[in-house]
């Protein structure tokens, strides 16, 4: 079967593959490359036309680089623009405090590249178009499923020139915490909730500026700052829910408190011009309790939204597609496997997830809601972050959990080229 076989109906256009996976994220365009690397008639389905976002996750951890340097990508990747990041500094209410240091960690790269997710995708789409049996299509939104009895059978989707049905032995949603897909197929969530949400903008950054700074917490405040290289990728959190108040403030006020946290950005400041430039991330917690159907997976956020704590998103679902190609590559040369045998994914991810979503809820409960908490009081160090400073090989192990996560996954499926 050609990649992208098509036909024309009276209706619009029919499309038939193997597999469709929907959402061209770090998810979707990783499970599409590791697919297309193995001969499978795979094809991507991204509702924009770019993959340029502001508000996507950017920290590229070292499981991650391990991954790419198991596909053999990892050169032309680092010759992409980024910036390296081995120690994770901040200052906790004046107090210096570090949460954790990779270079302590036995792996190949020792060290977190901040890169922007859409020239990661699109790397992954440029290093993909050598895979005959792969087809990226940009503008083109999943909008139903295709049921066959109590088979899931393929999605419909709007495209620019109309309609299309894409038959497919398995669909995958891989279209984020928002999922359509996951929607459409009724499958239900668990909760578990997050403190916060995140005020996402961008400071101009000058040649001579710089600050190993990552994290900052006040009484009442707290913010995380990338460096970008000619700007600072600046993270302000906030209470749940309190966007409105925090506008009603007004942005003046907004700037002011982010100049008094990171006086290093308050010349970079004047770039925010109006709250256009702030984009508002509302963050969840939660997993799919079941993650398939018959014909149906699902993988990355669309299985389970991570918080942001730890910029572990990005790497969880590379972690999700690495695993699925593993287990579902070669039966899937054959037709759809059965729904056991995709479940075995969720078997395979589940503990890590939970695992990491455990994980970040400590960090909300101990820190950033001890942080958000209204009033002056001056804030104390919680015990663990002292600790971990205090003795350097605990950074380590830190490190570690948030550079390789919980059962790092390794590629082991088939390559035909």
């Given at each position: ?7 024309e ?13 929907v959402?061209g ?43 790419m ?9 680092l ?146 700052t ?71 997976l ?29 287990l ?7 037709g ?11 078997r ?37 972050v ?10 380590g ?21």
């Amino acid at each position: 079967m050609d990649a992208g076989s098509f036909s024309e109906q009276p209706s619009g256009r029919t499309m038939q593959v193997r597999c469709c996976i929907v959402g061209g994220g770090p998810a979707g365009m990783m499970l599409g490359y590791l697919f297309g690397r193995a001969g499978i008639d795979v094809v991507v389905l991204e509702k924009h036309a770019d993959f340029f976002r502001d508000f996507r996750g950017d920290t590229v951890h070292p499981s991650t680089l391990q991954v790419m340097d198991e596909l053999g990508l990892i050169d032309g990747f680092l010759k992409l623009p980024h910036q390296q990041l081995q120690k994770l500094d901040g200052m906790f209410g004046g107090t210096p405090v570090r949460i954790a240091d990779l270079s302590r960690v036995g792996t190949k790269y020792p060290f977190i590249a901040f890169m922007p997710q859409w020239d990661f995708l699109n790397f992954l789409r440029e290093a993909g178009k050598r895979f005959a049996s792969l087809k990226v299509m940009m503008n083109v939104e999943a909008t139903d499923l295709i049921h066959r009895g109590d088979q899931i059978a393929g999605v419909r989707a709007k495209t620019p020139e109309g309609p299309i049905e894409i038959v497919a032995d398995l669909t995958i949603a891989c279209d984020g915490r928002h999922s359509v897909v996951r929607e459409r197929a009724g499958l239900a969530t668990d909760e578990i909730g997050a403190p916060m949400d995140v005020l996402w903008f961008r400071a101009g950054r000058r040649p001579n500026e710089s600050e190993n700074l990552f994290a900052r917490v006040e009484p009442g405040k707290m913010m995380v700052t990338f460096d970008r290289g000619d700007y600072w990728q600046c993270a302000y959190v906030i209470a749940k829910g309190q966007f409105d108040a925090v506008k009603a403030r007004g942005l003046p006020a907004l700037l002011d408190d982010v100049a008094r946290m990171a006086p290093i950005l308050k010349p970079g400041l004047a770039d925010v011009k109006g709250w256009d430039d702030v984009k508002l991330l509302t963050v969840a917690i939660n997993r799919l309790k079941r993650w398939t159907l018959p014909g149906l997976l699902c993988i990355g956020d669309a299985a389970h939204a991570m918080s942001p704590v730890g910029g572990v998103g990005v790497n969880l679902a590379v972690q999700d597609a690495v695993a699925t190609a593993n287990l579902l590559a070669a039966k899937l040369t054959s037709g759809c496997p059965t729904e056991d045998e995709l479940d075995a994914v969720r078997r395979r991810r589940e503990f890590p997830v939970k695992m990491t979503q455990r994980m970040q809820v400590i960090a909300q409960n101990n820190i950033v809601s001890a942080a958000l908490k209204p009033g002056y009081q001056p804030l104390k160090v919680p015990l663990a972050v002292r600790l971990i400073t205090a003795v350097p090989w605990l950074q380590g192990i830190t490190a570690r959990l948030v550079g390789l996560g919980v059962r790092p996954e390794h590629v082991h499926s088939p390559a035909q080229f």
